[in-house]
């Protein structure tokens, strides 16, 4: 039976972890969006070593596992490299390397979107890159790819009970703490769920706000 004495107890616990997972996924997204966009110029790159290395770069890391990577990254790279990594950190990292390989895809569509003759006009305007990019480019292909990002993000929100692999004690790791000292199975992994789901679902109804707010015609 349902026991409402032991969820008063866990429940704060189970919160604070949920801080922690949030943390751990919008760290983890926003170096995803910086590394994807980073990723998607180097593959567009006219100078062929750095657009070879982007892409066989991006096949490594998703021909990987992401528990492979966050391991390397936590237990292997101090062996190798001397570079020590709390586990916060490990997982951030780990999370935004495997999803910057996803997102430059993602970026990619959205660049090819931009019609020819937008770029034409910034070299017949003598536009610098930067500015072409920053002010031409990018404001027209982000709007569309706003879905498809927090697609993504949610995903990155489920993705993080890999962490604890690496002793970052997230929400699911702190149910089976909860779990191994209550022998209680039925709550705290109740409460989980439901804990993912309050977050995953109000994030997927922002995400098709955004769409139909800077994307009117493809939201209808």
Excluded at 190 to 195: C, E, I, K, M, N
Excluded at 202 to 214: D, F, I, Q, V
Aim: proline share 6%; charged share 15%; aromatic share 12%.
């Amino acid at each position: 039976m349902w026991d409402w004495s032991l969820v008063a107890d866990i429940l704060p616990e189970l919160l604070a972890a949920l801080r922690m997972t949030a943390a751990a996924t919008l760290a983890g997204f926003a170096a995803a969006c910086v590394g994807g966009l980073v990723l998607a110029g180097a593959v567009r790159s006219g100078w062929k070593p750095v657009s070879w290395f982007a892409k066989g770069f991006i096949g490594f890391i998703r021909n990987t596992p992401l528990l492979v990577q966050v391991l390397f990254l936590y237990y292997s790279l101090p062996v190798m490299a001397g570079i020590s990594l709390s586990a916060f950190s490990a997982g951030v990292i780990g999370l935004g390397l495997h999803y910057s390989t996803y997102l430059a895809e993602v970026y990619r569509s959205g660049i090819e979107a931009v019609p020819k003759g937008q770029w034409e006009a910034a070299v017949a305007l003598n536009f610098p890159k930067w500015r072409t990019w920053g002010s031409i480019v990018l404001p027209q292909a982000i709007p569309p790819i706003i879905p498809v990002l927090g697609n993504y993000l949610i995903v990155m929100f489920k993705e993080t009970p890999i962490l604890s692999a690496i002793t970052l004690v997230e929400l699911l790791l702190t149910a089976k703490n909860i779990v191994s000292d209550t022998y209680r199975v039925f709550e705290p992994y109740t409460l989980v769920g439901l804990l993912f789901l309050a977050i995953s679902y109000p994030a997927s109804l922002l995400a098709r706000t955004l769409e139909k707010r800077l994307n009117p015609q493809r939201g209808k």
